[in-house]
């Protein structure tokens, strides 16, 4: 009995005591973030094909658009950049299930505020899915929302570099 008595005294000592002395600062964290699922295959350099399916604000958006997509990750942070337009953002990963993948990233230009969500489904070095884009026009004097233009937007993308891009010899 005695013992036993030790050796669950010693546990406590061990494994709790450096809990309860722990840094307050340090937040412990269990389980796997949804920017842990992404594949490898997400990563790399992609042609981005994109055709205009419905808008509420003709004129504004082009209609069919072809593009670069560089998509990297350096310790926890996923980014695309766009060599055509110099873009570039931090994207936030909404959903990872099988080979579906959302992904959102926002953008400010003057009074404008960009938001964009990508639904993708990878099928090896491609992909299908779309692209719902909200453009909010806010009040440079008061911050009020003067005006919302959306469009969606089909895309189709070809990895042309990256993590699992094989050549054919």
């Known amino acids: 009995m005695r013992l036993l008595l030790l050796f669950i005294l010693s546990f406590v000592l061990c494994f709790v005591a450096p809990v309860v002395n722990a840094d307050e600062g340090l ?12 594949p490898d ?12 399916l419905e808008t509420n604000s003709k004129g504004v958006f082009k209609n069919d658009n072809i593009d670069l997509w560089n998509i990297s990750k350096s310790n926890s942070v996923i980014t695309l950049d766009n060599p055509f337009s110099g873009a570039k953002a931090s994207i936030s990963i909404r ?3 099988d080979n579906k993948i959302v992904f959102e990233k926002e953008g400010r230009y003057d009074n404008k505020i960009l938001s964009d ?3 993708l489904y990878l099928e090896g070095d491609s992909f299908r899915g ?3 884009l909200k453009l909010n026009t806010v009040s440079e004097i008061d911050g009020r929302l003067m005006g919302t233009q959306t469009a969606k937007y089909s895309l189709y993308g ?3 570099s990256g993590y699992n891009v094989m050549i054919e010899e």
């Not at 937040?27 to 992404?38: P, Q, R």
Request: aromatic share 14%; proline share 0%; hydrophobic share 40%.
């Open 41 to 52: 295959k997400f990563f790399g350099t992609w042609r981005i094909q994109s055709k205009l």
């Open 95 to 97: 959903e990872v299930e």
């Open 130 to 132: 779309y692209n719902y």
């Open 117 to 119: 969500t990508v639904e």
């Open 158 to 160: 070809e990895k042309i």
């Open 27 to 38: 937040v412990l964290k269990s389980g796997i973030s949804l920017d842990e699922m992404v």
